[in-house]
């Protein structure tokens, strides 16, 4: 099993910058890619940023060129730098981390999410 703990969210005003944090523990092996996701009230869960093992990235298009995504894998943990931010960004950000075994099965875990609010 692997736990993933986030954090770093909170307020904010437009403009400002926020890094979230998601901290991987547990059985962390054949880690297939890591990825952002976010969920604004009334709306569906959209992805955000992703990294896969090898370390390419991929954005979703509304925060391409001002979001970052990396992994310091030394760490198990994964950030998400968030520059220029807008009102639009405000939501519960989680984190997403799937794992393939050398079979091709596959496992999904989720982080709990951490709130992220940008002030007009």
């Known amino acids: 099993q692997v736990q993933l703990a986030e954090s770093g969210g909170g307020l904010v005003q437009a403009g400002g910058s926020l890094r979230l944090s998601c901290a991987a523990s547990g059985n962390v092996a054949n880690i297939y890619a890591n990825d952002w996701y976010r969920q604004a009230p009334g709306k569906q869960r959209e992805m955000v940023a992703t990294?896969?093992?090898?370390?390419?990235?991929n954005y979703g298009a509304s925060v391409k060129d001002r979001f970052t995504i990396s992994r310091d894998n030394a760490k198990n943990t994964v950030y998400l730098q968030m520059n220029s931010l807008k009102p639009e960004d405000t939501a519960v950000y989680y984190c997403?981390?799937?794992?393939?075994?050398?079979?091709?099965?596959?496992?999904?875990?989720w982080g709990q999410g951490t709130q992220v609010t940008v002030s007009s």
């Open positions: 990294i896969s093992a090898d370390g390419r990235t």
């Open positions: 997403h981390l799937q794992t393939r075994s050398v079979f091709g099965s596959t496992s999904d875990y």
